[in-house]
């Protein structure tokens, strides 16, 4: 199967699936995917909200490429680094530290706020690392354990010492300092620092994997550990590297989320991107470049749905839906290229035999 097959084969079978999802749902297929598209990005004729909508959309994607390009490093050194999820949140408690405690002038302060969630996210990302290097744990489960703390030590920290003043809620802390939030546009919410991250932090993996002895080395490492190792690659060494250059990423995530999209500490400051990017990432199949479209589809879905909810009789969930079935379907059609490739190989040796 040729790689533009490999595209058009599960973007077909994605089609079918959510029209036919729309319409047992009772609803016509076009409006729900018509109101994703102008509550994220806005539809024509264009409205002054839809600026605002747009600056939405792409401090959702922020998070959900820092994330992703993270994934890529640990997923080509072959570690299924779940604990993505934990990652973001240390960051973002980190930040929030920086931001609720440090004064200093504006771009010193905001400097520091991405600067410690990175390091937040590294440290977690790290303990990751050292339990599946020295202790023997497989990063699934310490990953995920390690998410369950990072989601715990949010809510003590929301109900307990950054609690807000005379209140008994869970809703959040205090909102930041305005000297702590990123710069963005006005009337949005879009931060071109955090996005120029981003797009940075995706060309810098492209660059590690294009060539670099580091990359290559960690792709040997990720293709087959005891190879590498009596080629005497320090296996541990760079799966450690690994899990705390994700983390560094995902920690910056972190940073967007709590000092950019919601101005404070809330319970749920991860959004469940670092879940949604390992999607990013099988879909775009490791390749950086097409992390950055498949992304913002996803964030389109996440800033769009919940208007099904009010405009339609359908609930918000939907997007979720819709999110699963295109995961299911590339997953499909990449299943289905891998059986026609073989197929193809045991045909040409029976020819050669004959």
């Known amino acids: 199967m040729t790689r533009a097959n490999a595209v058009l084969l599960p973007g077909f079978v994605v089609a079918v699936s959510v029209i036919g999802l729309l319409v047992l749902a009772g609803t016509n297929p076009w409006e729900p995917l018509k109101i994703i ?6 539809w024509p004729p264009f409205e002054e909200s839809s600026a605002r909508k747009v600056g939405d959309t792409f401090m959702v994607w922020v998070p959900i490429a820092l994330a992703s390009a993270g994934l890529i490093i640990t997923f080509n050194a072959g570690m299924w680094n779940i604990g993505i999820e934990g990652q973001i949140i240390l960051g973002a408690i980190a930040a929030s530290f920086v931001a609720r405690e440090v004064s200093a002038p504006r771009p010193v302060l905001i400097l520091l706020t991405i600067l410690a969630g990175a390091i937040g996210g590294l440290l977690w990302g790290l303990l990751v690392g050292v339990l599946r290097t020295a202790g023997g744990v497989n990063e699934i489960f310490g990953g995920l ?3 369950f703390v990072a989601l715990s030590l949010t809510t003590y920290l929301i109900i307990g010492p950054w609690a807000r003043a005379g209140v008994a809620s869970t809703s959040g802390t205090d909102s930041f300092p305005d000297e702590a939030l990123l710069p963005s546009f006005a009337g949005s919410k879009l931060s071109p620092l955090m996005v120029s991250i981003a797009v940075l932090a995706l060309i810098a993996v492209w660059l590690l994997f294009r060539g670099t002895s580091y990359g290559l080395k960690l792709k040997a490492v990720g293709r087959n550990r005891p190879s590498a190792f009596l080629l005497g690659i320090p ?5 450690l590297g690994a899990f705390m250059l ?3 990423l995902a920690g910056m995530a972190g940073t967007s989320q709590a000092t950019g999209f919601h101005g404070k500490l809330i319970p749920v400051i991860s959004g469940n991107y670092g879940f949604l990017a390992i999607l ?4 775009a199949r490791f390749r950086p470049v097409w992390v950055i479209p498949i992304s913002f589809f996803f964030a389109m879905i996440a800033v769009g749905s919940p208007a099904l909810q009010l405009r339609l009789d359908v609930n918000a969930t939907l997007g979720g839906v ?8 590339t997953m499909f059609g990449l299943g289905w290229g891998a059986y026609r490739a073989k197929r193809s190989m045991v045909v040409a040796n029976e020819d050669g035999a004959g």
């Open 145 to 147: 354990g390690l998410d």
């Open 37 to 42: 598209v102008e509550g994220s990005i806005g």
């Open 322 to 329: 819709l999110q699963g079935v295109l995961v299911l379907s």
């Open 280 to 283: 990013v990432v099988l879909l």
């Open 235 to 239: 296996t541990n060494r760079y799966l």
């Open 246 to 248: 994700c983390g560094a």
